[in-house]
């Protein structure tokens, strides 16, 4: 069983930054891929950025790609995502997930609670 707990969100000035964390709670992530996502009003919810545990290699949607980073602390189990030259088309809720197989399934299992960011112009 993992748990995720998301931290960071607030209300920010368009062309600002963010970092958001996600702490992780689980005996291993070993072989997992650690993904943020999120929602907007009215929208559905929306791939951001996954990293590999293991080896750190990392995938960017193109709407974040060169603005966004992911990346985490292996052995502090945290996850973070560093958004710059925030818009407000970036406003939602974001969300880490947690996958234990995604080669194979392509889900993620688990999901963190989520913590708002708003961009504002």
């Known amino acids: 069983q993992v748990q995720l707990v998301e931290s960071g969100g607030g209300l920010v000035q368009a062309g600002g930054s963010l970092r958001l964390s996600c702490a992780a709670s689980?005996?291993?992530?070993?072989?997992?891929?650690m993904g943020w996502f999120r929602q907007a009003p009215g929208k559905e919810r929306e791939f951001v950025a996954r990293?590999?545990?293991?080896?750190?290699?990392?995938v960017y949607a193109d709407s974040v790609k060169g603005r966004f980073t992911v990346s985490r602390d292996y052995l502090k189990k945290m996850m973070y995502l560093q958004m710059n030259s925030l818009n407000p088309e970036d406003t939602a809720v974001y969300y880490c997930?947690?996958?234990?197989?995604?080669?194979?399934?392509?889900?993620?299992?688990?999901w963190g609670q989520g913590t708002q960011v708003t961009v504002s112009s």
């Open positions: 689980a005996p291993t992530l070993t072989n997992y891929i």
């Open positions: 990293i590999n545990w293991n080896g750190g290699s990392t």
């Open positions: 997930a947690a996958a234990r197989d995604y080669r194979n399934t392509g889900d993620y299992d688990y």
